[in-house]
């Protein structure tokens, strides 16, 4: 059984830098043909795809935030971690990670979700 | 980025009724050596994440009851929902994953007329 947790701060100042985990289970991130992606949500408005992290080191940023942006594995600790410097109250929302994975040598989309984080960045 | 463009924002269907959404595509998703369109659904309600309904624009997830179904190639893509029900009350998006980095429709609310 997959199952992701998303945690870390509240509540962050702007111009801090906002460390988010994800912790996961009934899965291996050093196994061929998975990932796991950071989704952020503002209140009442669409998915965004931040950032994509596979088992073989391929990182994939959103391209209007890869300069903020830095996604990690320890694969020892079954955790991804996501990274965001100098933030901004537009960025306040609840943060998720998910599970992909290839499905008869074919990339899938997100089909496990962690019930995501809620961040607020406000002074 | 691929950019997906949702039609309409919202809509209230009466209970029974059917109950359709459109999603665009800026580029075609149907990958050409397997003949598949990498665009998936999602429905989410309040206080949720996102649940994968539909992926290869036409195949549901286990569990996902028959009323939901998705159809279209290329760029234009539809989900209906046949038989609208209370609990079919949510946002909708559709999705790609045929580029790098996976994009999100703008959504689009359901309520019961």
């Known amino acids: 059984q997959i199952t992701l947790r998303e945690s870390g701060p509240t509540l962050v100042k702007p111009t801090q830098t906002l460390t988010l985990t994800c912790t996961f289970s009934?899965?291996?991130?050093?196994?061929?043909?998975?990932?796991v992606g950071w989704i952020r949500q503002p209140p009442g408005k669409a998915l965004e795809c931040l950032a994509l992290?596979?088992?073989?080191?391929?990182?994939r940023y959103s391209p209007s935030l890869k300069s903020r942006l830095t996604i990690t594995k320890d694969t020892s600790k079954n955790q991804v971690v996501l990274t965001m410097i100098n933030m901004d109250p537009v960025d306040t929302g609840t943060y998720y990670c998910?599970?992909?994975?290839?499905?008869?040598?074919?990339?899938?989309?997100?089909?496990?979700w962690g019930q995501g984080t809620l961040v607020i960045v406000s002074s | 980025d691929i950019v997906m463009t949702q039609s309409p924002d919202s809509l209230a269907v009466s209970l029974g009724e059917r109950a359709t959404i459109n999603c665009k595509s800026s580029?075609?998703?149907?990958?050409?050596?397997?003949?598949?369109?990498?665009l998936a659904w999602y429905q989410q309600k309040p206080g949720q994440p996102p649940k994968l309904l539909i992926y290869?624009?036409?195949t549901r997830e286990s569990g996902v009851p028959n009323r939901f179904s998705g159809s279209g190639s290329g760029t234009d893509f539809t989900l209906t929902i046949s038989s609208l029900q209370a609990e079919d009350v949510a946002v909708y998006y559709c999705?790609?994953?045929?580029?790098?980095?996976?994009?999100f429709g703008g959504g689009t609310k359901v309520e019961i007329k």
């Open positions: 998910a599970h992909r994975r290839k499905v008869n040598r074919e990339w899938g989309t997100f089909d496990y």
């Open positions: 009934g899965f291996s991130l050093t196994t061929n043909g998975v990932g």
């Open positions: 992290i596979y088992w073989d080191d391929d990182e």
């Open positions: 580029q075609s998703v149907l990958y050409s050596s397997n003949n598949k369109n990498y």
């Open positions: 290869w624009a036409s």
């Open positions: 999705q790609q994953y045929y580029g790098t980095l996976l994009t």
